[in-house]
Structures are given as structure tokens and as C-alpha cells.
């Protein structure tokens, strides 16, 4: 399956129930894989997978990436790898907390990243941008 169909398919269990709490959370986590690091620079999966690596926790990431079995990842885990600071701004915006917020990335962000990186290759920046684009009209991001 196509990486766009893939993600597609993901976003739209989550889009299913209008009342789903993951909807701003998915709105937020399509924005933080949005991001670029300027020109030249990596995507915003790029920049994630880095920081996760750069915070110790290169080995569960790179299950995700992988075609076998996603480790899970601890909500203090989430913590470490994306800093206390994006998670307080995280929980703001979809007004929720921080716990709350790690729980739930803890459950989204194996997912999201194994659907994204197909066949265990991450994607390139004309591949994502192109889902990133559907997905940020689909949650308004």
C-alpha cells in the first residue's frame, strides 16, 4: 500500500468519531511533522526521529521505522524524546495535559511512524510533503 494511502487510512480512524479526543492531537503531530529544518534540512519525521535518537531512545525509534513488531514507548519516554517544553505547548493547544498528551503520543507516534515509513524506508520530503499537505486541509493544521 502506498505511503499516502497508508497514513490516509491511519488518520481516518482517528477522524471516524467527530467527538474523538485524537483529533486536535493529530492535528498537532502533523504540524510538528510539517516542520523542516530549513532549507537543505531534514522533514519534520527527520527532525522527530534525530531528537528521539539525540535523547537515547534510537533503539524503540527505529522499531517503528522497521517492518517488524513497533516496541512501545512509556509516556516518560515521550517526554525525554520530544523535551518537556514541545509536550507543555502540545497539551496547551489541545487543551489537555501533559500526562494526558504523553499518554496519548505514547500510543499515536509508533503508529503514525510505522505507517509513514513503509517497507522500513523514511520517506522523502516531495513523498511526505505530499501526505502532510491532504492531512493539514483534512485536521485544519
Known amino acids: 500500500m502506498a505511503l499516502f494511502e497508508q497514513f490516509t487510512q491511519l488518520a481516518a480512524t482517528f ?10 492531537l493529530m492535528k498537532m503531530v502533523v504540524q510538528m511533522f510539517s516542520q523542516s529544518s530549513g532549507p537543505g534540512g ?24 522497521g517492518t ?9 519516554q515521550i517526554q525525554q524524546g520530544l523535551g518537556q517544553e514541545t509536550l507543555q505547548r502540545m497539551a496547551a493547544q489541545t487543551g489537555s495535559t501533559v500526562e494526558n498528551t504523553s499518554n496519548r503520543l505514547a500510543d499515536l507516534l509508533p ?20 501526505v502532510l499537505n491532504v492531512l493539514r486541509n483534512k485536521f485544519g493544521a
Open 111 to 130: 503508529q503514525i511512524v510505522d505507517k509513514l515509513t513503509p517497507g522500513g524506508e523514511i520517506p522523502d520530503n516531495d513523498s511526505l510533503s505530499d
Open 42 to 65: 531534514g522533514n519534520g519525521l527527520n527532525n522527530l526521529l534525530q531528537n528521539f535518537q539525540k535523547n537515547g531512545l534510537g533503539d524503540i525509534v527505529s522499531t517503528w521505522i
Open 15 to 24: 477522524l471516524g468519531d467527530k467527538q474523538n479526543q485524537d483529533s486536535p
Open 68 to 76: 517488524g513488531k513497533n516496541q512501545a514507548i512509556s509516556p516518560q
